[in-house]
């Protein structure tokens, strides 16, 4: 039996597609729809891209200059995978981990960035994925707090 969430479109009941691709990103915790047996939610380059990409062209402290970085904005991936917590818990592949709060997917335009300067990142590069907030577009995202929420090489959101 599906239960349906009231306001929700019928299709944002049924599971994600799988992933045809190398997995990048995997969300698991408190979210309403996944694509796996586990009920995690998993998600290739293409399926991320499909969400819709976003540019955000800022300078970052790790950059000599100023960046045009292009991803998924957070707030739609996680209305995508029907998140229902009020923080995040990013890890990286290194198993670096930073807590972000909801909260900031929706003020700012927080994005996954696949891609720097028209490249796609790579494990190299701070990739394959890159959380990039619009660092000069708040002064208060300049900060040591907000850089260290800023995790590259990520591979798995949990909601909490």
């Given at each position: 039996?599906?239960?349906?969430?009231?306001?929700?479109?019928?299709?944002?009941?049924?599971?994600?597609?799988?992933?045809?691709?190398?997995?990048?990103?995997?969300?698991?915790?408190?979210?309403?729809?996944?694509?796996?047996?586990?009920?995690?939610?998993?998600?290739?380059?293409?399926?991320?891209?499909?969400?819709?990409?976003?540019?955000?062209?800022?300078?970052?402290?790790?950059?000599?200059?100023?960046?045009?970085?292009?991803?998924?904005?957070?707030?739609?991936?996680?209305?995508?995978?029907?998140?229902?917590?009020?923080?995040?818990?990013?890890?990286?592949?290194?198993?670096?981990?930073?807590?972000?709060?909801?909260?900031?997917a929706e003020r700012y335009d927080v994005i996954l960035a696949l891609r720097a300067?028209?490249?796609?990142?790579t494990l190299r590069d701070m990739g394959p994925i890159f959380i990039i907030y619009?660092?000069?577009?708040?002064?208060?995202?300049?900060?040591d707090g907000v850089y260290a929420r800023s995790v590259w090489q990520l591979r798995?959101?949990?909601?909490?």
């Amino acid at each position: 039996m599906i239960v349906l969430a009231v306001g929700l479109p019928a299709h944002a009941a049924e599971p994600l597609p799988p992933p045809q691709g190398e997995v990048l990103l995997t969300v698991t915790g408190k979210i309403g729809r996944g694509n796996s047996k586990s009920g995690e939610a998993r998600f290739d380059r293409a399926m991320l891209e499909k969400l819709g990409m976003t540019e955000v062209v800022t300078s970052t402290p790790w950059h000599p200059k100023v960046m045009r970085f292009e991803g998924v904005l957070l707030r739609t991936l996680l209305s995508a995978v029907q998140a229902q917590g009020g923080s995040l818990l990013a890890t990286a592949h290194n198993d670096y981990t930073a807590r972000l709060p909801v909260q900031d997917a929706e003020r700012y335009d927080v994005i996954l960035a696949l891609r720097a300067d028209d490249r796609d990142l790579t494990l190299r590069d701070m990739g394959p994925i890159f959380i990039i907030y619009p660092y000069d577009h708040d002064r208060s995202l300049k900060a040591d707090g907000v850089y260290a929420r800023s995790v590259w090489q990520l591979r798995r959101l949990e909601v909490h």
